[in-house]
C-alpha cells in the first residue's frame, strides 16, 4: 500500500541555521511528490513538487527538496531558517495522472528559536 | 487567488446531531476534496469528488456523506455526529491536471 512516513514529529533550530526535513515514501513506481506548509490557524500552502525531471527542485520561500529513487526519498531542505518558517510541514504523494488525491505524512512541526 | 471558503472556523456539536460542513471555490476546478487532520497522524482522505454529483470514497469514510449539487460547492455531511468525530476538517479543491491543492482554512469541529 502506498504511504508517506515523516520520522521527525517535532525539530527545533536556530534562527539562520540550515534545516532539512525528511519524508520518505512507499510507492509501486515514482509518484507525484508535493511538500505542503500549514502555518498556524491557516490551511495548506503547496511550497514545491516533483513530477518528473531534475530531482533537485526549488520552491517558495527559498525552500528546495531533491528526489532519490534509490532511497525513496523527498527529503526538504532550507539553507536558512527565518523565524516565520515556524509552521507544520506535510510531505504528500499522488498518483501520476490522477486527480489529485494525495496521502499525507504525519507531519513535521519546525519550531524556531530566536 | 484562488479562495476556498469553509463555512465555519469553529463548531460545536452534541452526540447524535447531524452535522453539515460547507465548503466553496471560486475557481470552477473539478476536484473537490475533505480531508481530517489529527494530530500525529496527518491528513486523511474522507471523500472526494471529480464531478457535479460525483463522489468516491477516500479512506476513512465511514460515518461520514457527502453532497455535491453545484460544482463550486461540496459539503460534508455527519449523519450522527459522535465523539471520535471531533477533529479539524479541511477541503481542498484541484484542477484535473493534479498540478496542486488549494486548502480552506479548515473547521475545528468539537463533539461534545
Known amino acids: ?114 | 487567488d484562488v479562495k476556498v471558503t469553509q463555512s465555519s472556523r469553529y463548531l460545536v456539536k452534541r452526540t447524535g446531531e447531524k452535522v453539515f460542513l460547507e465548503c466553496v471555490q471560486d475557481m470552477d476546478h473539478e476536484n473537490m476534496f475533505w480531508y481530517r487532520q489529527d494530530p500525529g497522524l496527518g491528513l486523511r482522505l474522507i471523500y472526494f469528488s471529480y464531478d457535479v454529483k460525483m463522489k468516491e470514497k477516500g479512506d476513512i469514510p465511514e460515518g461520514y456523506s457527502v453532497s455535491r449539487e453545484k460544482k463550486e460547492r461540496f459539503s460534508l455531511i455527519l449523519e450522527s455526529a459522535s465523539t471520535n468525530q471531533t477533529s479539524m476538517y479541511l477541503c481542498a479543491t484541484g484542477p484535473t491536471n493534479n498540478e496542486k491543492l488549494f486548502f480552506g482554512s479548515g473547521t475545528q469541529l468539537s463533539v461534545l
Open chain 1, 1 to 114: 500500500a502506498q504511504s508517506v512516513t515523516q520520522p521527525d514529529i517535532h525539530i527545533t533550530v536556530s534562527e539562520g541555521a540550515s534545516l532539512e526535513l525528511r519524508c520518505n515514501y512507499s510507492y509501486g513506481a515514482t509518484p507525484y511528490l508535493f511538500w505542503y506548509v500549514q502555518s498556524p490557524g491557516q490551511g495548506l500552502q503547496l511550497l514545491l513538487k516533483y513530477f518528473s525531471g531534475d530531482t533537485l527542485v526549488q520552491g517558495i520561500k527559498g525552500f528546495e527538496a531533491e528526489f532519490k529513487r534509490s532511497q525513496s526519498s523527498f527529503n526538504l531542505r532550507k539553507p536558512s531558517v527565518h523565524w516565520s518558517d515556524a509552521a507544520e510541514y506535510f510531505c504528500a504523494v499522488g498518483e501520476p495522472g490522477n486527480t489529485g488525491k494525495l496521502i499525507f505524512g504525519q507531519g513535521t512541526t519546525l519550531q524556531v528559536k530566536p
